[in-house]
């Protein structure tokens, strides 16, 4: 071959590959989020009992994240920091929303769903919604709102429980009761959606939420019987309820494999809070993986959750990262994944923690500390993380804790005393920190009963405003 045309070939070949890297296609993504499941609730995460194959063989596929934290300690609060990249006393989900409460996500906030159909995705939402108080009513914006094309969904719990649930709809519509357990449902009509209702022409982004194992739980028999050994059924409820939830996110993995979508999809799992109940006479029997407090607390056990992320080709399978991400950050790292720009009119107080999964990052940087509020909690009710330091507050700024998070990670040992400088940098950092999301956010919280709800006389005495 003369040198001329040796020349030609090898021009013509970097084109070839630099239209092929040019067109290869686009991350997909799924958001699969667990209710109430604790930071020690999975086999992955040292639970002695509690069968969770798929989700352990998940974990080995990809990073298994140590230090992975809801935005919250209670459900809506975490969803909303999942969707905005942004603290929830910052976008108005400031707590557990009831049936007909005032306090939704409002359609100023910008989310991740919507970002990404404008960005040319299909989206689809399937199981528990709990963003609003009146679910499926004109009076406030639904996931059709948020940017799903397609949506499956329950205000709150699936009722009368996991089994045979009849407070679904569909796009609007009321599907009436359903034949079969919650997470493999809310799976099916997932898989479904894959298979048939997308534009397969697009990329995806899908967020499955399940309801289990948050109660009233109701487990599939062939799941219960998983555990003969078991005589208290509570704990045996339960446990089974966590299987299924496993078994459900089996299903999901295989569709993906059989759809030949797995390469090319972005997954990641964790939970809303830490579990419910105390974990040993109350139906709650989720385990805190020994740490400090459980749901609406926002001591460790609360907060810290499992976190599992794969991405073939782009994080290490088998691989732990013990770099601290919270659920704020999923906004940032799969918009950023996606070539999607970040909203510049707003704060955002999540951050790409794609060096955290993929092992690129020994620690990330945060413009916005890691901060946690709920009025809810029984005690502390503010909290911020730096670095390994962890500092807790009562709503008032009055009573403070201080933990060494690398050293006591079930705070068991207050520093505020021996720690006095840091903890004075620390404490006056969150004081700041804390009114700067007060201001930004909407009043609902300010008309709090006692309880840290919605005062319901407070609420009735002011003039009801159209939902934004």
């Given amino acids: 071959m003369s040198f001329r045309l040796t020349m030609r070939f090898l021009v013509l070949l970097s084109s070839l590959l630099f239209l092929h890297s040019s067109f290869s296609a686009p991350t997909n993504f799924v958001l699969f989020l667990a209710d109430d499941l604790g930071y020690g609730d999975l086999g992955c995460f040292g639970h002695p009992i509690i069968q969770s194959p798929h989700l352990d063989a998940f974990a080995k596929q990809g990073v298994r994240l140590t230090q992975c934290y809801s935005g919250s300690a209670v459900c809506s609060p975490s969803r909303s920091a999942l ?29 991740l769903p919507s970002l990404l159909k404008k960005a040319g995705y299909s989206t689809c939402h399937s199981g528990k919604w709990h963003l609003n108080g009146f679910f499926n009513k004109p009076t406030q914006p639904q996931p059709g709102d948020h940017g799903y094309d397609w949506w499956l969904a329950t205000q709150n719990n699936a009722a009368p429980t996991h089994e045979n649930p009849d407070n679904f709809a569909r796009n609007g519509q009321p599907v009436g009761p359903m034949q079969g357990y919650s997470a ?27 309801h289990e194992p948050h109660y009233p739980i109701k487990s599939d028999p062939k799941f219960k019987a998983l555990y003969p050994n078991l005589t208290d059924d509570i704990q045996r409820e339960h446990h089974a309820n966590v299987t299924q939830m496993d078994h459900a996110f089996g299903m999901l993995m295989k569709a993906l494999e059989e759809q030949k979508l797995a390469d090319s999809t972005f997954v990641f799992f964790t939970s809303d809070n830490g579990p419910e109940g105390d974990g040993i ?59 999607v720009e970040l909203p510049k009119d707003r704060t955002l107080d999540g951050v790409n923690a794609l060096g955290a ?74 004081i700041a920190h804390n009114a700067q999301v007060d201001a930004e956010g909407p009043d609902w919280w300010r008309r709090l009963s006692p309880s840290g709800g919605t005062d319901p006389k407070k609420a009735a005495g002011k003039k009801k405003k159209k939902a934004e």
């Fill in 83 to 111: 969707l905005t990249g942004r603290t929830p006393h910052r976008n108005g989900v400031y707590t557990w929303i009831a049936e007909g409460s005032e306090v939704h996500l409002s359609r100023s906030e910008v989310t």
């Fill in 281 to 339: 006479k109350s139906a709650g029997r989720g385990s805190s993986g020994g740490l400090r407090g459980r749901k609406r607390d926002l001591h460790e056990g609360g907060i810290r959750v499992p976190g599992l992320a794969r991405w073939p080709g782009q994080i290490k399978a088998g691989t732990t990262s013990d770099v601290p991400v919270i659920g704020s950050d999923v906004f940032s790292t799969m918009l950023n994944i996606a070539g």
């Fill in 184 to 210: 493999p449902l809310v799976v099916t009509e997932a898989i479904n959606w894959l298979k048939e209702k997308r534009d397969a022409s697009k990329p995806f982004f899908l967020a499955v939420w399940t």
């Fill in 357 to 430: 999964l993929d092992g690129s990052a020994t620690k990330l940087e945060r413009p916005q500390p890691l901060f946690w509020r709920l009025h809810m909690a029984p005690n502390a009710k503010i909290a911020m993380r730096v670095d390994e330091w962890k500092i807790l507050a009562n709503a008032e700024l009055t009573e403070f804790e201080l933990y060494d998070l690398n050293n006591d990670p079930k705070e068991s040992t207050d520093l505020k005393d021996k720690e006095t400088q840091r903890f004075e940098e620390m404490k006056a950092r969150l």
